[in-house]
C-alpha cells in the first residue's frame, strides 16, 4: 500500500510498504480503509526535527493520527461496527488495565500506544489495523474530513470540561491555532456567553470573530489590561491557554478573576519559567491542564453532527496522499496561513 513515510528530519517519502493482513486479525481487531488525515503541531513537529522530546525517529515511521476511514474487514468479536461502516479513529490505545484506565482517566495510561509517536506508525497510508473499542461510526452527515477532525476537537472539549465552564461564564482564549478554534466552540457549546479570543494572526483572529467570539490583536493590545477593561475589572471566570507561549502562560493567570479558573493547553518552549504564584494563591484560582483527552469522542460527534460546532471553516488546504510532501512544508514554512491541513488519502 502507499504511506507517507519519514525517515529524518526533512526527508519524508511516498512509497510502498506491506499490507496489513486482514486474515491476522485479533478478535476485535479491525482493519480500516483511511480516508481522511488531519496534519497535527506534532507531525509537523516531527517534520521538521525527527523528534519531540524524548521520542525521536530512529527508524522510518508513518505519520499521521487525527484520522477517519471505512471499516473493511473485522476480527471474530467485534460488534461496535461493521463492515462498509464510517468511523472516527481514536489514536490512543491504553492498557485498559490499570488504576488511570480504570478510573475513566485513559489518557494517563503509562502503558497507551499513541499513532504517530515512534516507535507506533501512524494512519497516511492506505490501511490501519485498529480494536474496535476506539473506532466511532460517524453520523449521517458528517463527512469523512470532519471525522478527522474529531481528534483536535477532543482536546478542546477536553480543556472545555477541565475548566468546569458553566453557563453564562466569560472565557478568555489565547492563541486561536486549531485547538484554540476548537477550544471556543466548545466553551461556546458548554454554556459560555462571552468570549474573548487572542492571537497575533489576523487570518485566525477572523475566524475566531466568525465563531462568536471578540476577537483581540495581540500584538496591538496589551491582552491583560484588555480582559480587564472588557470586564469592568473583575476578569474572567476562565482562562483557556493554547498557545504555548510563555508570555501567554504567565498572563493567563493575570487574565482570571477571583476564585476563576486556568486550563493550560498548549506546550511552552521551555518547562521551568517566572510564575506568579502568589497572585495564585491569593485569589485562589483553580489552575489545572489537559492531556490529550479521555471520553470525548462521543461527545465531539453529537456536537458536529448538531451544528453546535462548525469544523469546515477551519480547513485551510486539502492535498492528496501523493502531494503530502507539500502539505507539510507548506505547514512548515507559512505556519501563519495554516490552521488544519487535511491529507485525502482515498476519495
Known sequence: MKAAVLYAARDMRVESVPWPNA????????LVRIHSVGVCGSDVHYYEHGRIGKFVVEQPLILGHECSGTVEAVGSDVSRVRVGERVAIEPGIPCRRCAHCRSGRYNLCPEVVFMATPPVHGSLCELVVHPDDFLYPLPEGVSFEEGA???PLAVGVHAARRAEIEPGDSVVILGCG?????ALQAASAAGATRIIAFDQVENRLALA?????EAIGSRAADPVAAVAEATGGRGADVVIETAGAVATTQAAVRMARVGGRVCLVGLPPES????DVMSILNRELDVTSVFRYANCFGRCLDLVASGKVSLAPLVTGRYPLESVVDAFEFAS????ECVKIVIQVAG
Open 272 to 275: 521551568v519559567f517566572p510564575l
Open 178 to 182: 486549531a485547538i484554540g478554534l476548537l
Open 209 to 213: 470573530a466568525a465563531l462568536g467570539a
Open 333 to 336: 514554512t507559512r505556519k501563519a
Open 149 to 151: 477532525m474529531v481528534e
Open 23 to 30: 486474515g491476522d486479525l485479533g478478535p476485535r481487531e479491525c
